[in-house]
């Protein structure tokens, strides 16, 4: 740098290094106590004193001053303007915002892409369930051996009555059957929604894999006269998790159909767009498997009644409807 560009930077300095100060106290507490506790007055200084800071920098760049008064004021300007413009908004109104707006909003948008996530859930139930009727031997075909857990078409009604009432899971090996099913649906939604992207056939395949599952494992109990049962131990903790495997199917799904059919918009945005409320759905999907988890621990030995399983399954389920159907609907 020539003597005379060196002057020139050093005058530049001078006549705003007060003003920049200045603004360097004003983010400091803006950074420190938000934007919503300062006054009026700072309030429209930062915002003024932003503006003549980003002018400033233009002004640098454009006659080649220091390298070191160019980083200053880069970031300098950069955290102004987070100040200024990003979202000024604590974690815990975050937290409060999804919970009471974004989240339920995102699954009344999403209802239909939801739907079909149960629709295959169903159908492969409904698959499942008739296939095991027609010919045990199925069971095995779709039934992975870590959670068939030793039960299959050889086991008799009174082995698979004592390991639905037992009261020490940990003993009878239901617990550990659980604690694998927990494992196995939890993966299972993390891939369906995933890969949902890639043209919506691998969430529909894995939903409905996991519904012919769920339909041979019932079937089995079903033809040994403990349908109604086994319905009452699922019911604890499967109305939330199955729910939860269906709403990442949804989002999925979402996800796939933004890149089977952007519109008018290319891929990139539509698939950019889709993914605010999929990412929401995940985000549920997530909560609630967290939540079946602490009903599947607690729940199933606290619980041995099955009038009382269906009622606190069954009623958690119509909880979870009442936060989807009724959360943030003064916001709309």
């Known amino acids: 740098m020539s003597k005379t560009d060196l002057i020139r930077s050093t005058r530049f300095r001078k006549e705003r290094e007060a003003d920049w100060h200045q ?35 233009a002004i640098a760049r454009e006659i080649s001053l220091d390298q070191a008064l160019l980083n200053y004021l880069e970031a300098l300007t950069a955290r102004a303007y987070l100040s200024v413009y990003a979202p000024q908004e604590r974690l815990g109104g975050l937290f409060r915002k999804f919970f009471l707006q974004g989240a339920p909003q995102a699954m009344r948008r999403s209802w239909l892409f939801i739907a079909i996530g149960f629709l295959c ?3 492969g139930v409904l698959v499942g369930y008739m296939l095991f009727l027609e010919n045990p031997g199925w069971y095995h075909v779709f039934m992975p051996a870590e959670l068939a857990g030793g039960r299959g078409p050889s086991s008799t009604a009174d082995e698979l009555r004592r390991v639905i009432y037992e009261e020490n899971p940990s003993a009878s090996g239901l617990g550990a059957l659980a604690t694998t099913l927990f494992s196995h649906n939890t993966r299972i939604a993390i891939f ?20 012919l599952v769920l339909g041979a494992f019932y079937a089995l109990h079903t033809e040994r006269g403990l349908g109604i049962d086994l319905g009452g131990w699922l019911s604890i903790h499967g109305v939330t998790e199955i729910s939860a495997i269906c709403i990442a199917c949804g989002g999925g799904l979402q996800l796939g159909a933004a890149v089977l059919f952007p519109g008018d918009k290319t891929r990139s945005q539509s698939l950019h767009h889709a993914g605010r409320d999929a990412t929401k759905l995940a985000l549920v999907a997530a909560i609630m498997l967290i939540a079946a988890a602490l009903l ?8 041995q009644h099955t009038a009382t399983r269906y009622a606190l399954g069954w009623g958690i389920g119509l909880c979870w409807l009442a936060w989807f159907g009724l959360g943030g609907k003064a916001r709309l």
């Open 23 to 57: 603004l360097e106290v004003l983010v400091a507490r803006a950074e420190r106590d938000g934007l919503q506790r300062m006054d009026f007055t700072e309030a429209r200084d930062l915002a003024a004193l932003y503006r003549q800071a980003t002018t400033s920098l």
């Open 121 to 123: 859930m169903g159908l």
């Open 192 to 211: 369906i929604f995933g890969l949902g992207v890639f043209l919506c056939a691998p969430a529909i395949l894995l939903t409905f894999y996991n519904g």
């Open 296 to 303: 599947e621990g607690f729940g199933r030995q606290l619980v």
